[in-house]
């Protein structure tokens, strides 16, 4: 609990913390606002859709919001190693490892958060900014969206208004066929991203070095599920393929290369498959534990 | 209290060790300061105690070493030297602010947040709680580190160095907290490489060299055998000046182009001297210095060795001069040696000592030097006569303890308001005409006494109301006695 509220007023006590956020939701507004601009017109496919509002490009890894995340978690542990507070004498194994949890805990709901708001902003940015040959499926006939809403919100036992105002068409983005699914795996990516940056840069000491193992990961990882999900002759679900911005790590490298034959690895297999869970969970694990065996090892964080 | 029993490190096997069998005790109430030079073993042996290194030896903190304290930043303040070494060594990020800083570390702890704004307040730091930490001088990271080892109300305090690299006033603050911690009844243990500071701060003085204790003594005793009075004399004649110095049992040695350094004999009694036998001075300045580190293998728990033979020819008549003063001083002396009589070659019999006590020319009043005074009675006789010199320290003993708890801020400037560097006050008679007519000054004169005299001062209103405290005579009130402002 003390190193709860420790690592709160640390977090909350640095500019660098404040500055990252802004920068990161200012960049996704204008990346947004960009690539709805250049929407082609008709209506707007799902997976388009979800791109505009996550302001996924395919040039960074990961998406802003995500990056951002990840980069607040290795600083958090980057600044401790480099401009150390706590004596050295206070930093037990105990509490390196309570400190650890501490910046999980404290990182995660700021990065699922920063999602969130990211969301809005963008939903914001992009009916702002799409031109008005494009159309959104769900934004013409409200009908169909106060139903999800109400549908939605009676799934949880609350009876919502029959039909909603037009100032919540913008919500009808992020309402769209198959999207919330993508988007709240997008929140969940942000929040995986902002934890594996606190184990990265616990494991080297430093924010740098744990950024960019961050920035590795995904390729890495994406091809290494790949080639599993190959070999066991399943393709690579259609959701992960809309989330990211790029496919498998494979095929994003050199697939340009060859004319793009993307649709190929591209199949209809659920996010909840078992095999890519344990694909996603098993690094994931492996990240944590070694995290906490290397802190053993250690005198200071 | 800290029983340090027999810490040992060793980095390699067949390398020499770095820290061997040092064992010690910090007791409460006392400021018990670690003396080394560089690469000593000082920090390592702090590191030890804390069980950030490993290594063979057992250190109890009021009984308990220290991985089985359970909360231990409520027990034991700790001031390492952080990333960086000495003036570079900051506290914390340097984006943050001070007070943001302070308040983080309490939540870390499990104080209330009202406890870092009384600490600013404390190490003086209030006025910039709000600057970020890139703003701050060494001294003020130094504090600030401070006041984040005193977060958890520690009776215990383990300073590494924590003077090291900073300015005068900044050392002078820190030398006056610790000790009025000592006085309101906590342990202080700190290290240091001079032993000049180690003499102003310490109630015992453990000393290092390479690794092995050689010397734990108390701090009479520190200065007795490790720190020597001189007068540095500068000037056109110092050929004939030296000539007449020896004469009055002065040891003289050439410091420079035209430098004497004498040791033996007072400073005014010099400028007497001068004046009278129409010698120019350009420079009579007092100081100090440090006698090496006794080399002794085994450890040597007494530390009036290693002096013996130093500065026996030269001096000779002089040393037993003294001795005979001493001997109808302190009756019990066991002396063997014949008290030889003074050389007739002596002059007039000048004040040697300032407070000789068979010297029959009523010496120099000089108002606030008695524990300068006391140092140097001690100090002389024992290069003689080391068993002399055991009872000559023992009334200096008796009666330390009381002098250390009245008044602090006399003992603070003991070292530093040396007469040289004190602008002569009203009720100084003696300084005849002698030091008024002849162009007798020291460099340090012009500059050091307002310098002085602010900062003493300053730590006055700043701890006026603590000192007031202790002067009033109920010394240790309570343990939390210094925190509680």
């Known amino acids: 609990m003390r190193d709860l509220a420790y690592e709160l007023r640390r977090l909350r006590g640095l500019r660098s913390t404040w500055l990252l956020l802004a920068a990161v939701l200012l960049c996704d507004v204008v990346v947004a606002a960009v690539l709805a601009g250049q929407a082609p017109a008709g209506p707007l496919a799902a997976p388009a859709g979800v791109r505009l509002l996550t302001a996924a490009v395919p040039l960074i890894p990961l998406p802003f919001a995500a990056l951002g995340a990840g980069l607040l978690g290795a600083l958090s542990y980057g600044h401790e190693v480099r401009h150390p507070g706590l004596a050295a004498s206070q930093v037990t194994y105990f509490r390196r490892v309570r400190l650890l949890l501490a910046k999980l805990l404290v990182v995660g709901p700021v990065a699922a958060l920063l999602a969130l708001v990211t969301v809005l902003l963008d939903t914001v940015a992009v009916h702002l900014a799409l031109p008005a040959g494009v159309t959104v499926p769900a ?88 080639l599993l999900l190959r070999r066991t002759g399943r393709p690579w679900p259609t959701r992960a393929a809309e989330l990211l911005p790029f496919q498998s790590g494979i095929e994003w490298a050199y697939g340009w290369v060859y004319g793009g034959a993307r649709e190929a690895a591209a199949g209809s297999a659920a996010l909840t498959d078992p095999a890519l869970l344990a694909a996603v969970a098993v690094p994931a694990v492996a990240l944590m534990l070694a995290a906490l065996l290397v802190q053993v090892r250690r005198r200071s964080l | 209290m800290i029983q340090i029993t027999g810490l040992t490190k060793v980095r390699h096997k067949g390398a020499p060790p770095i820290v061997l069998d040092v064992t010690f005790d910090a007791r409460p109430g006392m400021v018990t300061v670690l003396l080394g030079d560089e690469g000593a073993g000082k920090s390592t042996a702090l590191r030890l105690m804390l069980e950030l290194e490993r290594g063979q030896g057992v250190t109890l903190f009021d009984g308990r070493p220290y991985r089985r304290i359970r909360r231990p930043e409520r027990q034991i303040g700790v001031l390492l030297s952080g990333p960086g070494d000495g003036a570079t060594a900051v506290a914390g990020n340097p984006g943050r602010k001070a007070r943001g800083h302070l308040r983080m570390l309490a939540a870390a702890v499990g104080v ?73 009844g906590g342990t ?66 050439p410091d420079g182009g035209a430098g004497l350094a004498v040791a033996g004999i007072d400073r005014t009694e010099i400028g007497e001297l001068a004046y009278r036998n129409g010698i120019l001075l350009h420079e009579l300045a007092d100081r100090v ?85 006391r140092d140097d009675a001690a100090v002389r006789p024992t290069r003689a006569l080391p068993v002399a010199a055991v009872t000559a320290v023992l009334p200096a003993l008796t009666a330390a303890p009381q002098a250390d708890h009245a008044p602090a801020v006399d003992r603070l400037l003991r070292n530093q308001l040396t007469p040289a560097a004190r602008p002569t006050p009203a009720p100084e008679p003696a300084r005849t005409e002698p ?36 002067t009033a005579g109920k010394t240790p009130a309570t343990p939390d006695d210094h925190r509680s402002e």
């Open chain 2, 112 to 184: 209330p947040v009202r406890r870092a704004d009384e600490l600013l307040e404390q190490t003086r730091l209030s006025a910039v709680a709000e600057q970020r930490l890139r703003t701050f001088s060494p001294g003020m990271h130094r504090r600030l580190s401070l006041a984040a080892a005193l977060l958890g109300d520690p009776g215990t305090l383990l300073l590494d160095a924590p003077t090291e690299g900073l300015s005068p006033r900044n050392v002078e603050w820190f030398h006056s907290f610790l000790r009025s911690f000592a006085v309101a």
């Open chain 2, 435 to 470: 030091a008024r007519t002849e162009p007798v000054r020291s460099d340090a004169a012009p500059t050091q006494p307002s310098q002085y005299r602010e900062s003493a001062a300053d730590l006055l209103s700043d701890d006026t109301v603590r000192l007031g405290r202790v």
């Open chain 2, 188 to 253: 202080v243990l700190v290290t240091t490489r001079t032993p000049r500071e180690a003499a102003q701060l310490a109630d015992r003085v453990v000393t290092l060299d390479r690794g092995r204790l050689v010397a734990d003594q108390p701090v009479a005793e520190f200065c007795r055998t490790r720190l020597s009075p001189e007068v540095a004399v500068r000037g056109p004649q110092m050929a004939r000046l030296a000539d007449m110095l020896v004469n009055q049992g002065a040891r003289v040695r």
């Open chain 2, 289 to 373: 210095v440090e006698q090496p580190v006794p080399r002794a293998a085994p450890p040597v728990t007494s530390g009036n060795s290693g002096h013996l033979g130093l500065q026996r020819d030269s001096e000779a008549a002089h040393e037993t001069a003294q001795e005979m003063a001493h001997a109808s001083a302190h009756t019990s002396v066991t002396e063997a040696t014949p008290p030889t009589p003074e050389p007739s070659a002596t002059p007039a019999p000048l004040p040697t000592l300032p407070d000789r006590p068979a010297s029959a020319v009523p010496t120099v009043p000089e108002p606030a030097t008695e524990g300068r005074a």
């Open chain 1, 139 to 226: 934004w013409t006939d409200p009908e169909a969206l106060s139903d999800r809403v109400s549908e939605a919100l009676g799934a949880v036992g609350l009876g919502g208004p029959a039909d909603l105002p037009g100032v919540f068409a913008p919500v009808a983005l992020v309402v769209g066929h198959g999207v919330p699914a993508a988007l709240l795996a997008f929140v969940l990516l942000t929040v995986v991203a902002a934890w594996t940056g606190v184990l990265t840069a616990s494991l080297t000491r430093s924010a740098a070095a744990g950024v960019l193992l961050l920035c590795a990961l995904p390729p890495l990882l994406e091809s290494g599920v790949a």
